[in-house]
């Protein structure tokens, strides 16, 4: 069985925070690889006014994600699911031989409530959170965490993830990358346009290899 973390997101742009919790989660949870699942549109951020193109977020994700054992998949777009849970539960079939991890950063917890049938994704595969700084009060305090709290496992026992009974919920630190994709479109909003020009990198999209 192959252990494959799944990192989901706009990737608006991709960025080396991006790279650093992938990272830090490969070697804590002793994974084969992170899968980044580009979406086609997150439903939480629906009339989003500075939402890059596709193909520019998938080939800004390709370029940070390159020489690590980090795989690029805009699957969500070809399975045409919309939410995380529809998404979860077409992967666990379609890739038996693999086992799955769901990553996220603490801010993600702190609003886990809102996500399209969050108790479906706790009880469909094991979730792996990343502090964040600024983030892990709101997150504990979440109503999500209220519910997950009887799930939470030692990070001591983290390795072990697939032994795991669902809902299960580990709790990660690492020394935190300040990085912000609000802050990098803030800095250069036209950011995309030097890959959306650039017809490689298109090519490249199209012909994305892997799931």
Known sequence: MSRIGLLGG???????????????????????????????????????????????RMASARAMARHAPIRVTGIE????????????????????????????????????????????IANTVPIAVIARPGYDRDAHAGPAMGWLRHALMPARQARHWTEWRLPALVLLRFRPDPTSATRLRAADPAWHRRYSLNRRSRVATRLSPGP
């Open 77 to 120: 777009r070809r399975l045409k699911t919309r939410y995380t849970a529809d998404t979860l539960t077409r992967l666990v079939r379609l890739f038996p031989k693999h086992d799955f991890i769901w990553l996220m950063g603490a801010d993600n917890l702190a609003g886990f409530h809102r996500w399209e049938r969050w108790r479906v």
């Open 10 to 56: 706009s990737f608006n742009p991709a960025h080396r925070g991006h790279r650093a919790l992938s990272l830090h989660a490969l070697r804590a949870l002793g994974l084969d690889e992170v899968w980044w699942l580009v979406s086609p549109g997150n439903p939480l951020k629906a009339g989003a006014t500075d939402m890059a193109p596709f193909a520019a």
